[in-house]
């Protein structure tokens, strides 16, 4: 498959995850816009195509049931989901992406406070088809004294510092067509999620905490077990 996005726009956003109990899908996520220069525009787009083209990245499961996609513990595989296969958490899905839509104003950039950033999203857009590029944040606190060395200079790291590389976690097709002679070949990605870091996507749609409540709620019949609070 060819992908040209060299006429996509590209957007930038932070996303701020509150991991605190009994949250809503409304009160975990939040979204704050960035800028992105036309130089990194241009490397992501590039990075976009390199995923979803190469041949050499196989998905080996076409979700029927999203279960399979939770008890399968291998590392290795890619996974293709369909976007309303993610059940319950799809809440979260959907918010999130209600609130990127919202987040227009230049105004309100993100800022220097980054304790709570999780993730940032790149939104590739033509016309009314979508692509969104997760990937989870690293960070490094100054609080623990670490140092950068720079033009043979070792120097201080003296604010908090958040970054993330150019690999994918997964990605998200919204009204997303190919070339092909059928409207099952055309739609073929269309509503999908190509995901490459199982872990990351569990983490930000809270599919462990999913689990976790599963398991509690199927135990809780057995009036002679006692559930401990799992964390």
Known sequence: MELKLEEWSVEGFLVKRDPSKNKSAEEY????????????KKRFRDVLSDYICD??????????????????????????????????????????LGLINEENSENNLATGNFSKYHSIILKFSKGNQELFYFRKLSRVKVGKRKFHIYEGHIEEIEKDLIFFDEFIDFIYFKNFTVEGNTDKER??????????NRDNFKTLFRLYEY?????????????FIEIADIE
């Open 29 to 40: 996520l939040a979204v704050e816009k960035i800028n992105i220069s036309e130089k990194i």
């Open 55 to 96: 041949e050499n990245y196989v998905f080996d499961l076409d979700l029927k049931d999203f279960k399979e996609f939770m008890s399968d513990d291998s590392k290795d595989k890619n996974y293709k989901v369909s976007k309303t296969e993610l059940g319950k958490q799809n809440n979260y899905f959907n918010q999130l």
């Open 187 to 196: 739609n073929i990605l269309n509503e999908k999620i190509l995901i490459f």
């Open 211 to 223: 689990c976790i409540q599963k398991a509690k709620e199927f135990f809780e019949k057995f009036d």
